[in-house]
């Protein structure tokens, strides 16, 4: 049984940095792509990064590009997001994701081939 479980988060002002991570088992981490998604208020959820392990580049929607890092360590089936330079349109609900190699294939775009979920980690910038 997959299990994906956040932690980090918080309250931060506008121009500071967050750091999410990610445990994650119950599958074979060569077979997935896994990542991040966000869900700000009143809007859907939307894939924020994510990567597979055969390649050591992520990809990032556009919004966050060159301020948020994401990373892995799969010797311990986790993986993180440093956020850097949030604003408060980065407030929202933070998901870890795992989802078909589709997802990266599509440049983890869209939703669609995420297959589970994390709990959701809140992440609040605000002054």
């Known amino acids: 049984q997959v299990q994906l479980v956040e932690s980090g988060g918080g309250l931060v002002q506008p121009g500071g940095s967050l750091s999410l991570s990610c445990a994650a088992s119950?599958?074979?981490?060569?077979?997935?792509?896994y990542g991040w998604a966000r869900q700000a208020p009143g809007k859907e959820r939307e894939a924020v990064s994510c990567?597979?392990?055969?390649?050591?580049?992520?990809y990032y929607v556009a919004s966050v590009e060159g301020r948020f890092n994401m990373s892995k360590d799969p010797a311990k089936k986790t993986w993180y997001l440093q956020m850097n330079n949030l604003t408060p349109e980065d407030t929202g609900i933070y998901y870890c994701?795992?989802?078909?190699?589709?997802?990266?294939?599509?440049?983890?775009?869209?939703?669609?081939?995420?297959?589970?979920w994390g709990q959701g980690t809140q992440v609040t910038v605000s002054s």
């Open positions: 119950g599958f074979n981490w060569d077979d997935y792509a």
């Open positions: 990567m597979r392990n055969r390649e050591s580049t992520p």
């Open positions: 994701a795992l989802g078909f190699s589709t997802w990266y294939l599509r440049g983890c775009r869209g939703t669609q081939d995420i297959d589970d």
